[in-house]
């Protein structure tokens, strides 16, 4: 039985938890930023690292705690290495580092986009071979994955990613940050034919959503006020999961997949989750709702699948991870 302590500190979540065996969670504690960030409208990423660097050890303590272990039954400590804001993410690696130096034990580097995906394998027997559908904020793609180890990119986005997309158009309608379940909430009091807004057309599995966020621009530009913001979000919310769906089915069709996975922040979204299960042809799994957003749950999980054991001693190794 393996037990690991995941730390997460990509952006704005100060998280930590442990997970034995990639799958069962023994704690899983999360302090958010939003209410920081939120007078801002998104997230500063100095403010960010400093919040972390306040926090990050408390967290962990907790997660500790109320695992019922101590460290001295963890076999390693793991870190979200990136990708994310350079300053958050040393001040997880920073304090991973140097509780796997007190402790004697593994440090493992985890990358984000992996962990995201071993939301799947928590309280759950998934496992590869699948197609993954990650939509986060940062990143849309459908990965094709053969094992734990090893996926294969078939598409991603060329511009914005649909949860930035998400987060645009709420700061456009005036609806606050983050934009993501602020209108998915909306969108299911609206009317989803009201408006019709684009699907981007790139060639095979990409996507583009510049065009589309571009299109609710104009189209708000020329309404009367008030704006009928459910129906807006309805109609956002429909072009978005129409191509997302639509290409990962496509891409399911190609490998001949018999399971597809959710993954990311954007997993969380009602219509996304609904939509995919009404339309796909074989059996779909969803992260459960808490471990959709940034967790360190997922973090401790990906350590035990697919997770990297980096070298202590390295001299340069802050340095390493940073770029």
Known sequence: MATYLGIETSCDETAAAVVQDGRKVLSNCILSQVDIHKQFGGVVPEVA????????????????????????HLDGIAFTQGPGLVGTLLAGMLAAKSLAWAHDLKLIAVDHLMAHVAANYIDSDVEPPFICLLVSGGHTQIIFFRDFQNGEILGSTIDDAAGEAYDKVARLLGIGYP???VIDRLAQEGNKKAFKFPEGVVPGLNFSFSGLKTSVLRTVEKLPQPLPMADLAASFQDAVCRVLVRKTLQAQVQTE?????LAGGVAANK????????????PVHFPKMGLCTDNAAMVAAAAHFCGRQVDLAASVYSRQLAT
């Open 49 to 72: 690292a400093r919040a972390h660097l306040e926090t990050v050890n408390q967290v962990i303590l907790q997660a500790v705690t109320e695992s019922g272990l101590d460290f001295g």
């Open 179 to 181: 934009g993501g379940a």
């Open 257 to 261: 997949a018999k399971l597809i996975v």
């Open 271 to 282: 219509t996304l989750r609904e939509s995919l299960l009404e339309q796909s042809p074989v």
